[in-house]
C-alpha cells in the first residue's frame, strides 16, 4: 500500500497534527496544490530517501533553485578586460604538447 493512501486512510480531516519545530529555527509556511499521483509519487521517493514530505520537497526545491541561480553567471570586466576576454574567446586555440599527445593516440576499442 502506498504511504499517501495508508495516511489518506487514517487520516482524520478534523483533526491536524503540529507540525515538527526545529530548535532555534523559525520556520514559513508554504503552501501548494498537488496532483493526487504526484503527491504518492512525491512520498514513495521521500520514504525511499529516509525522509518526511516536507523535507524532501524542500531539499528537491532548494537544489533547483540554487542550480537555477548558478546558471546565471554575471561577469562585470572594465572595459579593456572584457576586449581581452573576447580577444581570448576568439583566437585560434593554441596546441600543446598534451593535446596533440591525445590526439594521436588511438582510443582502446580501436
Not at 498537488?34 to 537544489?63: C, H, M, S, W, Y
Not at 533553485?65 to 580577444?87: E, I, R, Y
Amino acid at each position: 500500500m502506498a504511504v499517501a493512501e495508508s495516511r489518506a486512510k487514517n487520516a482524520n480531516p478534523h483533526k491536524t497534527r503540529p507540525a515538527a519545530k526545529p530548535a532555534g529555527k523559525i520556520r514559513a509556511t508554504l503552501n501548494m496544490r498537488i496532483q493526487p499521483d504526484l503527491r504518492i509519487l512525491i512520498d514513495r521517493a521521500a520514504e525511499v530517501a529516509g525522509q518526511n514530505r516536507t523535507d524532501f520537497v524542500l531539499d528537491a526545491a532548494r537544489k533547483a533553485a540554487q542550480t537555477t541561480l548558478l546558471d546565471q553567471v554575471h561577469l562585470q570586466l572594465s572595459p579593456a578586460a572584457f576586449k581581452a576576454f573576447v580577444q581570448r574567446l576568439d583566437a585560434p586555440p593554441q596546441p600543446y604538447q598534451r593535446l596533440q599527445k591525445s590526439l594521436q593516440t588511438l582510443a582502446p576499442w580501436e
